[in-house]
């Protein structure tokens, strides 16, 4: 079963325009960690922001913070002030408890476009 | 920063040849290190987990025999593609976890590789 959901294949934004950019999991862990990643056309997966489960603020890393519901079981990734530069594939994906010893579950992406 | 190296970063070989990928932490010390797949405009999908020391831990549906993973040392895990055909054309890429911590971060996280395109004709 697909633990990590993400609904939009794509989306568009114009530049210095906030996006949001969904995404849904599935665990019946009670700890667990929720990741976005940003993969430009070059294919590096590159860090955004974390997210653990018993985290009861929501992270911000710059412009890019996780609107974390958990009984809603969501971590919208929410990006303000898009530049042109953040056009890419992202990826939300969880690891089922907290040790980093387990691999990343990974959702199927969304293309962001950012335009001028 | 952590840094994890992957090479080569791209590869084209014949079908029928076996390719090797080579997955270096370079500043720091991974007991754990993870190899995923990814084809064309789709997600990262998990292979296997290496385990230095130990054998790999393969996911279903991957062949050992044919993705063969060797983690012979803290740093430097090894996957090798045997007798590859052209639907093994993909990029691989790995990640590495710091056990230590001591690579900056919280929660021991995982690093990853800038991948390798492998195109097998």
């Known amino acids: 079963a697909q633990k990590i959901t993400q609904t939009q294949p794509g989306m568009f934004v114009q530049e210095k325009e906030a996006v949001t950019l969904d995404c849904t999991y599935d665990?019946?862990?009670?700890?667990?960690?929720l990741f976005w990643y940003k993969q430009p056309s070059s294919g590096e997966m590159i860090f955004l922001i974390y997210?653990?489960?018993?985290?009861?603020q929501n992270a911000t890393e710059g412009r890019y913070s996780l609107n974390f519901q958990k009984a809603r079981k969501s971590a919208n990734l929410v990006i303000s002030a898009s530049q042109l530069g953040d056009s890419a594939m992202y990826f939300c994906?969880?690891?089922?408890?907290?040790?980093?010893?387990?691999?990343?579950?990974f959702g199927k992406g969304t293309s962001l476009l950012v335009t001028p | 920063g952590a840094v994890v190296s992957q090479h080569p970063s791209w590869v084209i070989c014949k079908s029928g040849t076996s390719v090797k990928i080579e997955c270096r932490s370079l500043d720091f010390q991974a007991t754990t290190m993870f190899w995923y797949r990814q084809f064309p405009k789709q997600s990262l999908m998990l292979m296997a987990t290496?385990?230095?020391?130990?054998?790999?831990?393969?996911e279903q549906g991957v062949e050992k025999d044919k993705f063969l993973i060797n983690h012979a040392s803290l740093t430097l895990s090894t996957l090798t593609v045997t007798s590859a055909h052209p639907e093994d054309s993909s990029f691989y890429i790995c990640?590495?976890?710091?056990?230590?911590?001591?690579?900056?971060?919280?929660?021991?996280?995982?690093?990853f590789g800038p991948g390798t395109r492998l195109t097998v004709l």
């Open positions: 665990t019946s862990d009670q700890s667990y960690g």
């Open positions: 994906a969880m690891r089922e408890g907290l040790d980093s010893g387990y691999a990343l579950n």
């Open positions: 990640s590495a976890r710091d056990n230590m911590g001591l690579a900056g971060g919280p929660f021991h996280e995982q690093f």
């Open positions: 290496s385990n230095e020391g130990s054998k790999a831990t393969y």
């Open positions: 997210q653990g489960s018993y985290d009861e």
